[in-house]
């Protein structure tokens, strides 16, 4: 399946604003991160998993997202992580600059050719 | 595949140690494994489930190694912030338990802050004195290459290859007229180019062109900073100035800056030294003039030394007619410059900081003693939170803080009394500090204070830590089981303490006792001449205006002496070109008419050589034994006259009179006659071993002197009055000629011997601390061991024991803790004194009456320690510790 492939800058913030949005659901482990992110776009976006957890880290360490110990649905143990004021802050300024940027780009793709 | 028990193990340990690496590891096998359950849900066969997981993944090492650094470094950061956290926790409760026991923080602090104060301020000196580089640029590449002559610095310069930029100075002391009174400053001479040489620019105007060094410019002068803000206000316009220098005009072309000292503080002023290629110097070998040069690149001091010891031989055989024969000859050395600015110092200062060294240890050890008595004393409260999990490196760890807590204290107040004192220390060693004008409690002497305050905090509260901590955790299984086995193991600590406290207090007495009777012994030496109602005063006629062997020169000094022997009171007045003990007084080698003829061979060398007016000798109470002393008859152009010291003679006519012996200087002079013997007097110091002493009377020999003289008066009263009159009789001649050092004879033979008081007198001061110190220690452990006995004491004497067999056992008790110290403390002392010697004179440093001394000091002193606890023993009341 073609999918996006994480380039760069660019998607890295995005990781970083679908991370936040998935948290705003309620706190989930890495795997359900991923799962989420992956049902939501049926599948056209789909991260490299294992770029996710370094990017957890981050938001952690800017105090964006919280993690703690905890039993899964399976009745394993796992992380799972929440998302903080900070991060639901962080997360509204960044998604209505992406869907400005967004909006911004579709405009230019659907406008006349114009060939003079 | 990870079962419950596996992961609960885990997280297990990990509680007791966190398992980052574990817990990254887990995290990404619940993902891995998430993913292969919902591929297999979605009907993959087991092997694509697994591979498609992996894939989806990524690079699992990559991620895992960059999860578990980070995991790793952001445990650490959460640890030290724990740890500060704990810290700040320890301080607070340190600082309560510290104001909840007032007595003990400031004793402890108290001498503490003595320990400290004492080291910072000695440490401060050292530091600036030997420690510090000097303050030129690449000074450790400067050496001096000691004395010499013109003659000698020319050809050196021309040939030594390993040093550049020799120069060369003289230490002169000229008369400067400034237009108002007549000043003495001290200055040097110096070749131009010895500021480059340092490395030093002037602050003002310019410095010294190779010109200015060349015969007949060389009347120009660099003002020190010191002499331009005193003398001259400071003002900026000094430059273009004419001043007065022994007689002559001289211009003020520059001023230095504050830092630049050399050769030490107190020159007041710079001016070329001129070395005429006509007469480069009287004698290779001997002339008084200092070297000074620089390393060249890339050359070593050994270097150095080796080509000096080829080239300096060389000079004599390429200048035969100069060499002096071998009595004159002199090996010229390469010292590092800095070692010789601070010379005799150096050991005097590590001496010093050894025995403040001792004052902190033996400060320590109190402390540490205290610091035990009150950990015992908390034994309940640490046992309390022993109990509650405070874990056994936790309390430690509680005690170590609190002991810091107790030195930063003491070391705040440590540096304060540094501060206060340090320049009263500067001020009164007596022989002055070089570099004396650097010395202050620098940043380094801070960091010094600081390390040393926790060194010492970590010293002092390691041993009553680990011991409080130790019986706390015993203690905490058994909380009500009141004074375990500590009590008893606490006193043997405490003995052990105090009775290396003891034996360090005793190497500190037994120095200073050492240094006492030196200076005792020293200061009954008799110099010789009778100092009582003796007042000395120099004069410093210029050299320009009076010419030495001049007539004017001798018209007017035998009318100051008129007229200051007429002054009422006076009894005698006479004139001495180097006055004893103040200054050196010049060697000279002598011909011995029938014995030592021939200037080729080594002539003997009288230690000291002075020339004096007829009254001199009954003007400084010094006997005539045989023959005559000079008279005014004694003129130019009769028959020279010299008056010897007894072991001169006795060393030349062992057997017959010296009285019409016949001796002479090297070279052609006429033979002069012997015509008076008088007793040996001490010249350099009371420590002179020879003092044979040739006398020449002035009158005879002008020329050969310079025009600054000392006037000795007997018999006149107040020293500061018969300054003054001499002064005003000076001025009243010529008010161009300055009188200064204006001092009893008594404060001349005080002012030789000054050094040795002064070291006696601080060590002293570190030893009497240091004995305070050991009495307090061994009271308080005597009154700990009556505390923890009180029962026992009292059940003695309800069985019948008297009161003062319970005062005799406690005293003996404090006897043996401070014999066993004593014995210690003066093995370790026969160990150590031969360090001492050089301070010691006429006692050895293995004096039995000062070891004898000692001990018995140290026993009068733990007899009056202990008297207080043992009295209180004996009080107690044997019903109370019966009951108890």
Known sequence: MPAFRDPGDLLQGTLRILILKSLLLGRAHGYAISRWIEDTTGDVLRIEEGSLYPALRRLQDRGLVTSEWGVSENNRRARYYSITRAGRALLRTEASIWLEYSHAVTRVLRAEPSLA | MSDGRGSHRRRYSGFLRPDDAGDVDEELAFHIQSRIERNLALGMSAADARRDAVERFGDIAAVRSILVRHDERQRATERRAEYLADFVQDIIFGWRALRRAPAFTIAAALTLALGIGANTAIF????????????????????????????????????????????????????????????????????????????????????????????????????????????????????????????LPYTIIGVMGPSFRYPNADVQYWRPYVIDPQNIGLMWGVGGKEFVGRLAPNTTLDQARRELRVVWPSLRTSNPIWDPGPQYRRDATVTPLKADVVGSSEPLLWMLFGATLFVLAIACVNVANLLLARANSRERELAVRAALGGGRGRLTRQLVTEGLLLSAVGAVAGVALAVLTVHALVTAVPTGLPRANEIGVSGTALGFALVMAIATGIVFSIVPAIRATSAAASASGAMLGRRATASRSHARVSAWLVGGEIALAVMLVAASMLLVRSFAALRSIAPGFDPAHVVAARISAPEATYTSGSERLANFYADVLERVGAMPGVTSAALVNQLSLAEPVWSQAIRVQGQFEDVKHALPIVDHFQTVSPGYFAAMGIPVLRGRSFTDADRPGEPLVAVVSRSVARRFWPNGDAIGQRIGYPFDSPWITVVGVVPDTKQDSLRDTSSATMYMPWAQRTSMVGTELWIVVRGAGDPAATGMAIRGIVHDIDRGVPVSDVRTMNDVVDNSVAGARFTAGLVTVFALVALALGAVGIFGVMSYVVNERRQEMGLRIALGSSAGGVVRLVVVRALRLAAIGTIVGLACTLGAMHSLDRWLYGVSPLDPVTFAGVAALFCVVAVLASYLPARRAARADPAAALVE
């Open chain 2, 124 to 247: 401060s000196v050292l530091n600036a004195v030997v420690l510090q580089p000097l303050p030129y640029s690449q000074p450790d590449r400067l050496v001096t290459l000691g004395q010499g002559s013109s003659g000698e610095y020319l050809a050196l310069r021309e040939r030594l290859r390993t040093i550049t930029g020799l120069a060369e100075w003289d230490p002169t002391t000229d008369p400067v007229d400034d237009g108002r009174d007549a000043l003495r400053l001290t200055g040097v001479a110096v070749t131009p180019n010895l500021m480059p040489l340092l490395g030093a620019a002037p602050m003002l105007g310019r410095g010294f062109t190779p010109n200015d060094g060349e015969v007949g410019n060389a009347h120009v002068l660099m003002l020190s900073y010191a002499t331009w803000r005193r003398e001259f206000g400071g003002a900026r316009d000094v430059i273009g100035r004419k001043v007065t220098l022994e007689g």
